[in-house]
C-alpha cells in the first residue's frame, strides 16, 4: 500500500461521512452510532435513552459529520508529499459495521507506508493500571468501525488504551505512546497504556448482541452497576432500585 492509495482512503471516507447527514434508518432517528454510544449502551439501554432524549441528538449529528469531514480533509492537506515511515494523524474513524455506520474520534492513528497500525484512545482513571469492560467495549467499536472504513488496515494492528490519574500524568503517558509508535512502530510497555489486537472477527463477536439494539432486533436491555446513581431515571427504574 502507497501514500496515494492511502490518500485516496481519506477522499473516500470523507464521502463517507458526508453522505450520512440526515440518512435516519437506525434506531432514535439516528444516521449513524458514535463509539461512545455503544460504550454507554453496554452500560444500560434504557439509560442511553434518556440521555438521547435530553438532547436535540439527530439535529447535533448533522452538524458533527460536516465538522469532521473537514477535519479529514484537513489531514489530507497536511500529509507531507513525502511522509516519513511511520506517522500519527488526528482523524475520525468511520465504517459500516453489519449495516451500521459506527463513528469515533481517537486520540489518533499510527500510519506506517500508508497503512493503519495503531488506534490511541486516552482517558482520565482512577484506577490507569485496570482495563475495565466498558474500555474493552470500546476497543471493539473503533477496530470494527476500522476494518469497516475505506482506511488499509495491517493484519497486527492494535487498538491502545492509554490512561493517567490526571491530566498531567496522562499527557506524559500520552507522549511516550507517541514517541514510541513514532519510532518504533510498538507502544511502550507501561502499567498504564493498553493494548487490545484490533481483530476484525473477535470486535464483531464481542459487538453483535449490542448492534441488534440499533437495527431494532430487540426491546432494550436494563442493567444495573454504578451509573443508576445518576441516572436521570433512577427514581422511577424498577432494577436500579433493587437491593444490593
Do not use: T
Not at 452510532?33 to 447535533?60: F, G, N, P, T
Not at 480533509?73 to 459500516?96: D, F, N
Request: aromatic fraction near 4%; proline fraction near 7%; charged fraction near 30%.
Amino acid at each position: 500500500m502507497s501514500w496515494e492509495s492511502f490518500r485516496y482512503a481519506l477522499d473516500e471516507l470523507r464521502v463517507l461521512l458526508e453522505s450520512l447527514r440526515g440518512r435516519g434508518g437506525l434506531r432514535n432517528g439516528l444516521s449513524y452510532v458514535r463509539v461512545s454510544d455503544i460504550v454507554e449502551q453496554s452500560r444500560c439501554e434504557r439509560r442511553l435513552e434518556a440521555i438521547m432524549a435530553a438532547e436535540r441528538v439527530v439535529d447535533e449529528r448533522v452538524r458533527e459529520v460536516a465538522l469532521l469531514a473537514e477535519v479529514v480533509l484537513g489531514a489530507r492537506r497536511r500529509l507531507p508529499e513525502k511522509p516519513p515511515q511511520r506517522v500519527i494523524l488526528s482523524l475520525p474513524i468511520v465504517g459500516e459495521v453489519v449495516g451500521i455506520p459506527i463513528v469515533g474520534r481517537p486520540r489518533g492513528i499510527l500510519v506506517e507506508e500508508g497503512i493503519v497500525k495503531a488506534v490511541v484512545y486516552a482517558s482520565i482513571s482512577s484506577r490507569p493500571s485496570r482495563l475495565y469492560e466498558q474500555d474493552r467495549v470500546r476497543g471493539y467499536a473503533f477496530c470494527a468501525a476500522l476494518h469497516g472504513s475505506p482506511l488499509p488496515v495491517a493484519g497486527d494492528a492494535v487498538y491502545v488504551h492509554v490512561k493517567g490519574v490526571n491530566k498531567h500524568d496522562l499527557a506524559e503517558a500520552v507522549e511516550e505512546v507517541r514517541v514510541s509508535l513514532e519510532e518504533n512502530g510498538q507502544p511502550p510497555m507501561h502499567p498504564h497504556v493498553h493494548v487490545l489486537a484490533c481483530d476484525r472477527d473477535a470486535s464483531l463477536r464481542a459487538l453483535e448482541p449490542l448492534l441488534a439494539y440499533w437495527l431494532g432486533l430487540r426491546d432494550v436491555i436494563v442493567r444495573r452497576g454504578p451509573w443508576c446513581r445518576d441516572c436521570p431515571l433512577r427514581d422511577d427504574c424498577l432494577e436500579a432500585q433493587q437491593p444490593g
